[in-house]
């Protein structure tokens, strides 16, 4: 019999699984542990709706499961969106239906594209399933169509976009996502991540969930951590055609979304008086900003255009991302530096209270000043 306390090497996990970089949440501390403003996560500055709270405060039985299905939510998406009920999958945040959609379509051997500059999930989940990850070039930190297109293969299986992108804030017009659509093979999986819609402008809208209802191959994700202000309940949720969504069911938790969790969602879909609030707030605010920040182009300080709800600041002049980072830091604010995706010149913002960003635009000008 084999000695149980000899535990030397162990268990070896598969090399794709050993060369994932787990995810890096933005942190909401300094290197001190002080406890700081947080600008680096995304979160609504507006918190959550009062009939959300409403919700969340009822007692919910925990020694009950959630319904496994989610079907009230569903219900509510779908009548919202104008969508089929059937045609919908909910998931812990959209991050789970986004890795899911890669291990029900990608595996060793295949490859999953995209742009450089996006998601860092991106990355996990192509890996997670052992596909190639393929990073296309990207157009001034935005998504490049025809280059994208240019990398697909017969090996390609999945194809990862966000729109607006994370973390730049970039954005690509219907008829640009439609062209991209166009170009793919049809048993190429193009995925849409949807999480900052909500902060666009209705009449922008880029015609995702048509491509979702009227294809076989797209999956759109959504979540209501962003302008609904439930980044704590981790809800999101997906649609496509419904081959898609049930190889998304065969293989997702059971009963991934909790009861409370649902209960917090119908009610925030309930409220779209509050998502229109926080849709303005940003777009105030935002605008704001970059205008703060706009003379600072002059030394080497550019805001890059967003549809999001933060902005991406790049620093090419005496002033860098990191030592703005740490200033900010110092001065109570924790924002997001990105070097391990290539953005050691840059900075994410998230737009917060009008307070805040006027505070970071005054020592990010103070700062500019000091490094001249």
Same mark, same amino acid.
């Given at each position: 019999m084999a000695d149980s306390s000899n535990t030397a090497g162990g268990p070896q996990p598969k090399?794709?699984?050993? =060369?994932?970089?787990?995810?890096?949440?933005?942190?909401?501390? *300094?290197?001190?542990?002080?406890?700081?403003?947080? @600008?680096?996560?995304?979160?609504?500055? @507006?918190?959550?709706?009062?009939?959300a709270l409403a919700a969340r405060a009822q007692a919910v039985e925990p020694s009950l499961y959630p319904d496994p299905d989610s079907t009230a939510l569903r219900e509510a998406i779908a009548a919202l969106h104008g969508l089929d009920p059937a045609r919908i999958v909910c998931g812990t945040g959209s991050?789970?239906? @986004?890795?899911?959609?890669?291990? =029900?379509? =990608?595996?060793?051997?295949?490859?999953?594209?995209?742009?450089?500059? *996006?998601?860092?999930?991106?990355?996990? #989940?192509?890996?997670?399933?052992?596909?190639?990850?393929?990073?296309?070039?990207? #157009?001034?930190?935005?998504?490049?169509?025809?280059?994208?297109? #240019?990398l697909v293969t017969e090996?390609?299986?999945?194809?990862?976009? #966000?729109?607006?992108?994370?973390?730049?804030?970039?954005?690509?017009?219907?008829r640009e996502l439609a062209r991209l659509h166009a170009g793919l093979p049809g048993?190429? @999986?193009?995925?849409?991540?949807?999480?900052?819609?909500e902060y666009v402008d209705p009449m922008d809208d880029d015609g995702s969930l048509e491509l979702a209802r009227s294809s076989a191959n797209v999956l759109v994700t959504r979540t209501f951590s962003k302008a609904y202000g439930l980044a704590g309940e981790r809800v999101g949720w997906g649609t496509g055609a419904p081959r898609l969504i049930d190889m998304l069911n065969r293989i997702r938790g059971p009963f991934n979304v909790n009861n409370g969790a649902q209960a917090v969602t119908l009610a925030a879909l309930g409220d779209q008086d509050f998502v229109s609030m926080s849709r303005r707030h940003n777009a105030m605010e935002r605008a704001r900003f970059e205008e703060l920040l706009a003379p600072l182009a002059n030394h080497g300080v550019r805001v890059l255009p967003s549809e999001a709800n933060f902005v991406l600041v790049l620093f090419d002049g005496a002033l860098s991302a990191e030592r703005a980072y740490n200033g900010l830091a110092e001065?109570?604010?924790?924002?997001?530096?990105?070097?391990?995706?290539g953005l050691a010149n840059g900075l994410r913002i998230t737009i *917060?209270?009008?307070?805040?960003?006027?505070?970071?635009?005054?020592?990010?000008?103070?700062?500019?000043?000091?490094?001249?």
């Open positions: 090399d794709w699984i050993a =060369a994932i970089h787990a995810y890096v949440p933005g942190k909401s501390k *300094g290197a001190d542990g002080q406890k700081l403003i947080k @600008l680096s996560a995304n979160e609504n500055p @507006l918190g959550t709706s009062a009939t991050g789970e239906l @986004l890795t899911l959609s890669a291990s =029900a379509f =990608a595996g060793p051997g295949d490859e999953v594209i995209f742009v450089r500059y *996006g998601f860092s999930l991106y990355e996990i #989940a192509a890996r997670r399933c052992g596909a190639t990850p393929v990073v296309a070039p990207d #157009a001034d930190y935005g998504t490049d169509v025809d280059a994208l297109l #240019a090996r390609t299986r999945v194809v990862f976009i #966000a729109n607006p992108n994370n973390p730049t804030g970039s954005f690509l017009t219907r048993n190429v @999986l193009l995925v849409l991540d949807q999480a900052y819609a001065r109570g604010y924790i924002v997001r530096w990105l070097p391990g995706q *917060g209270k009008r307070e805040d960003m006027d505070a970071i635009a005054a020592a990010l000008r103070a700062m500019v000043e000091d490094a001249q």
